[in-house]
T-cell receptor
Framework: KAGVTQTPRYLIKTRGQQVTLSCSPI?????VSWYQQTPGQGLQFLFEYFSETQRNKGNFPGRFSGRQFSNSRSEMNVSTLELGDSALYLCASTADRPGTEAFFGQGTRLTVV | QQQVKQSPQSLIVQKGGISIINCAYENTAFDYFPWYQQFPGKGPALLIAIRPDVSEKKEGRFTISFNKSAKQFSLHIMDSQPGDSATYFCAATILIYNFNKFYFGSGTKLNVKP
């Protein structure tokens, strides 16, 4: 069974540009969550999706947006990039039953210069 | 409101020692308590997990102790090794209409000295 796949793995962007990150969940998982992690920091919750609907959104500016497609793949977009957006962006997928783990991808390392 | 509180933020342990990380939660409806291990540049991976009807679970050198009445749970790493040096996250989950909602602790950076 393939794991959670995030693309690209690494990205370098310039301030003011926009970026789109992709996440393919484990087959059969309809829940996808996104997290931002900066050096030495925890998992800052961005948003979560279930069956193409955004269920919750974290405390991030409107420049951060996301969506989920009918095949459960998800994308997140960051517009007007700032230096402080440099981080590891992680997505996780979970199954629709209690007592199950969240499976994380390897993350996308975004560097804004 | 932070649903899961984790401590300490960082921990230094000598090789062979015991590492202990603690978490406390608020919502008594949580139904699953996993611990994740994360190495630099990698995504977190499940280490060990426990359900609230069990007071202790052991897998190798890793043990979760769960105190339902105190709403606390902890991770014990026995005979800590330098290879255990990583960041550890506790979590609590609740199923809401087929949707698993996760709440993560703030993480503990463990450094095991040789």
């Amino acid at each position: 069974k393939a794991g959670v796949t995030q693309t690209p793995r690494y990205l370098i962007k310039t301030r003011g540009q926009q970026v789109t990150l992709s996440c393919s969940p484990i087959s059969g998982h309809r829940s996808v969550s996104w997290y931002q992690q900066t050096p030495g920091q925890g998992l800052q919750f961005l948003f979560e999706y279930f069956s193409e609907t955004q269920r919750n959104k974290g405390n991030f500016p409107g420049r951060f947006s996301g969506r989920q497609f009918s095949n459960s793949r998800s994308e997140m977009n960051v517009s007007t990039l700032e230096l402080g957006d440099s981080a590891l962006y992680l997505c996780a997928s979970t199954a629709d039953r209690p007592g199950t783990e969240a499976f994380f991808g390897q993350g996308t390392r975004l560097t804004v210069v | 409101q932070q649903q899961v509180k984790q401590s300490p933020q960082s921990l230094i342990v000598q090789k062979g020692g015991i590492s202990i990380i603690n978490c406390a939660y608020e919502n008594t409806a949580f139904d699953y308590f996993p611990w994740y291990q994360q190495f630099p540049g990698k995504g977190p991976a499940l280490l060990i997990a426990i359900r609230p009807d069990v007071s202790e679970k052991k897998e190798g050198r890793f043990t979760i102790s769960f105190n339902k009445s105190a709403k606390q749970f902890s991770l014990h790493i026995m005979d800590s090794q330098p290879g255990d040096s990583a960041t550890y996250f506790c979590a609590a989950t609740i199923l809401i209409y087929n949707f698993n909602k996760f709440y993560f602790g703030s993480g503990t950076k463990l450094n095991v000295k040789p």
